[in-house]
């Protein structure tokens, strides 16, 4: 499957990566970067509706917590630990949420403060915190073709999920009330949703780091949704965003030598500053 | 308490096609207890309005209705055949949306969403704009299918949101009407097409309302509601009685008096 698509980098790509071998994480970051930013496009547009930035935010510290957690307990591959930790701090913050009637924020923050200094305590109690700053950062230039290919599941299970529930998300998103008038399970839907998001945000943290990776879920759609005014060109408008600075950035970082994340993450923040200033036309 | 023998009677037997009875409804967050012992008998064909003041637990009322909020007592509901027991389809316009006002998130989509599987994010079919359309036009909000609904005013919404509580049309119709931000013509047409509505359909209507003006104008039937029900008649009784002035003062029954005059000058 790989020498295939390096056979079609080569053929498409006219510039240096195409020389022969050499630069194959370079194609396979390419590969990651077309499959990793579709999926942060189409979940940002619900993440930015629902004015859940923050909860994202909160969602990456958990991710770290679960990775120091799987390497605390010597588990092999700290990813899935990490994943099941997840779901069950955002199960947690998601039920504690739905059953309070005080601020959603101080929740969120609490959580997130407190998972963050787990995290944090656990490291520096085993081995120094050398070892774990990959993941603050993230490096998108070393992942493997299995990662890919996990990346490639995560896509399939979001557009299925996106295809079978949207729109009961769509209308929690816009009145609980209404929702279940409608029939519709309003804490499950919220569930499944954040479930989704706290799998993404743990398997993607390791390639883009628990520092940028909320601005790669919540740039595109906040830029998508200045120069949108249905949910059709929202999506759209978000992929294509999403794409587009993802393709951008890791060239741009390859030729400035710099972090591939947080240059993916500047293309982004130029294409919000961008359509803002288009955004008197679509109100 | 009721107010009058009328209402004594009706609440024996059930007198209209269909009826909905709320029994003993009580509700309790915490250690608060928001709503005690309600009962109420809901007539078919008639708008009944939910006054009271703030914190009177009119929005609780509404949405311990639709099953939202956990409460005791039941909702009885028996259909124009006589039907018992058969779970009501019940319509609810909310107070307001919880959604970002920034939101690309067309009236249309809106309908999508509610009335097709198909996702909303991948397909628009000709159908259910047509469908959509009708709903909209019910309402004369059949031009605001396109625009985004952070950009609707609070009357235009309230429209939008009403045609859509509407499709398909419901059983009880349950509305949370905004404290403010609608204008006086929004809500004038928002209540003539209530007027319009029980006249051509066979549903209940029930209404949480601040306009205590409006109320007395196109009520039916009013309930004064503040933890419980304190009184509840027709609006003239409603609005007679001691309690209803202890509890909303003075200043407004002026201020209607005042109205009345003017228009009878003018």
Redesign the interface.
């Known amino acids: 499957m790989m020498e295939l698509w390096y056979a079609l980098v080569d053929w498409l790509l006219p510039f240096e990566w195409a020389d022969a071998d050499k630069l194959l994480f370079m194609k396979n970051a390419l590969l990651a970067v077309l499959l990793i930013s579709p999926i942060f496009g189409i979940l940002g547009?619900m993440i930015?509706?629902?004015?859940m930035a923050f909860f994202s935010d909160a969602l990456g510290h958990g991710a770290f917590t679960g990775i120091a957690i799987g390497s605390f307990l010597g588990f092999l591959m700290p990813l899935w630990a990490a994943i099941f930790f997840s779901i069950v701090f955002s199960l947690a913050i998601t039920v504690i949420k739905n059953k309070s009637?005080g601020s959603t924020d101080t929740i969120i923050g609490v959580f997130s403060s407190t998972a963050i200094a787990i995290g944090l305590v656990l490291m520096s109690l085993r081995s120094g915190m050398g070892k774990y700053s990959g993941y603050l950062v993230g490096d998108l230039l070393s992942i493997t073709p299995l990662d890919i290919l996990m990346l490639l599941g995560v896509l399939v299970a979001v557009i299925v999920l996106?295809?079978a529930l949207?729109?009961?998300m769509?209308?929690v998103?816009?009145?609980?009330?209404?929702a279940?008038?409608?029939g519709i399970d309003t804490l499950y839907i919220d569930i499944l949703f954040t479930t989704a998001i706290a799998v993404i945000v743990t398997v993607a943290i390791q390639w883009i780091g628990l520092l940028l990776i909320n601005s790669l879920l919540v740039l595109p759609a906040a830029a998508?949704?200045n120069i949108?005014?249905?949910?059709?060109?929202?999506?759209l408008a978000s992929i294509l965003i999403a794409i587009f600075s993802g393709i951008t950035g890791l060239i741009l970082s390859y030729y400035l030598d710099t972090s591939t994340g947080a240059t993916i993450v500047l293309v982004s923040a130029l294409c919000y500053f961008t359509t803002l200033t288009f955004k008197a036309r679509?109100? | 308490m009721p107010c009058n023998k009328h209402e004594l009677n009706c609440q024996r037997e059930c007198c209209g096609l269909c009826c909905t009875k709320i029994e003993n409804f009580s509700v309790t967050?915490g250690k608060t207890q928001v709503l005690k012992d309600v009962n109420l008998h809901i007539h078919c064909g008639e708008l009944t309005a939910i006054i009271g003041p703030n914190g009177a637990g009119k929005s609780t009322l509404?949405?311990a209705l639709?099953?939202?909020v956990k409460h005791t007592g039941q909702l009885r509901f028996m259909d124009a055949k006589g039907a018992h027991g058969v779970s009501p389809l019940?319509?609810?316009v909310?107070q307001?949306?919880?959604?970002?006002n920034?939101?690309?998130?067309?009236v249309?989509?809106?309908f999508?969403?509610?009335r097709?599987?198909s996702?909303?994010?991948?397909f628009?079919t000709k159908g259910i704009r047509k469908k959509a359309l009708e709903s909209l036009d019910k309402v004369k909000a059949g031009h605001l299918i396109?625009?985004?609904?952070g950009?609707l005013s609070g009357g235009e919404l309230q429209r939008v949101?009403l045609a859509?509580?509407l499709d398909p049309v419901p059983q009880i119709l349950?509305l949370d009407e905004p404290v403010s931000g609608i204008d006086q013509n929004g809500l004038e047409l928002f209540y003539n097409t209530l007027s319009e509505l029980k006249e051509n359909y066979d549903l209940s209507i029930i209404l949480v309302s601040h306009d205590l003006e409006l109320v007395l104008k196109h009520a039916d039937r009013v309930v004064l509601l503040n933890g419980t029900v304190i009184c509840n008649g027709k609006p003239e009784a409603v609005f007679s009685d001691e309690r209803m002035l202890k509890i909303f003062g003075m200043g407004w029954l002026k201020e209607v008096n005042a109205d009345r005059n003017n228009e009878k000058g003018s």
């Open positions: 547009t930015v509706n629902n004015r009637r996106w295809l949207f729109n009961q769509l209308l998103s816009v009145n609980q009330s209404l279940g008038s409608r998508a949704r949108t005014i249905n949910i059709r060109q929202y999506h679509f109100a | 967050y509404l949405k639709l099953g939202e019940i319509g609810y909310p307001h949306l919880n959604l970002d920034g939101s690309p998130t067309s249309l989509d809106l999508i969403a509610c097709s599987r996702p909303v994010w991948l628009s396109d625009r985004r609904l950009a949101m859509l509580a349950l």
